[in-house]
């Protein structure tokens, strides 16, 4: 039995958990304009989505995963917010541990 929840979410009502579960958020160009969006659709209606708006293709440069320098991963949040490398010793000091480096 799943529970329902009563909510808005970009202007549409959102009724159960699975329809919020399985929305994705696609970053898409129309070629022809130059026009770039994002929208939510579910990601098993995004195929339908293509069919129905034919201009529209996924933005890749926007979706994509982007390059990053390396190690900075493991890094970012310990330079950033101090209090994670206090978290990070922690865990790596755990009796049973595997943790070796952690930033």
């Not at 098993?44 to 069919?51: N, R, S, V």
Request: aromatic share 12%; charged share 25%; hydrophobic share 30%.
């Amino acid at each position: 039995m799943s529970t329902v929840y009563s909510t808005v979410l970009h202007g549409r009502k959102i009724n159960t958990y699975s329809e919020v579960f399985f929305m994705a958020l696609f970053p898409i160009t129309n070629p022809e304009t130059g026009e770039k969006k994002s929208i939510n659709v579910s990601v098993h209606d995004i195929t339908q989505w293509y069919e129905d708006n034919k201009p529209w293709v996924r933005d890749w440069s926007e979706g994509c995963a982007s390059p990053a320098g390396e190690g900075e991963w493991k890094s970012k949040l310990v330079n950033k917010h101090s209090g994670w490398k206090t978290v990070l010793d922690k865990v790596k000091n755990a009796p049973g541990s595997n943790a070796k480096d952690l930033y």
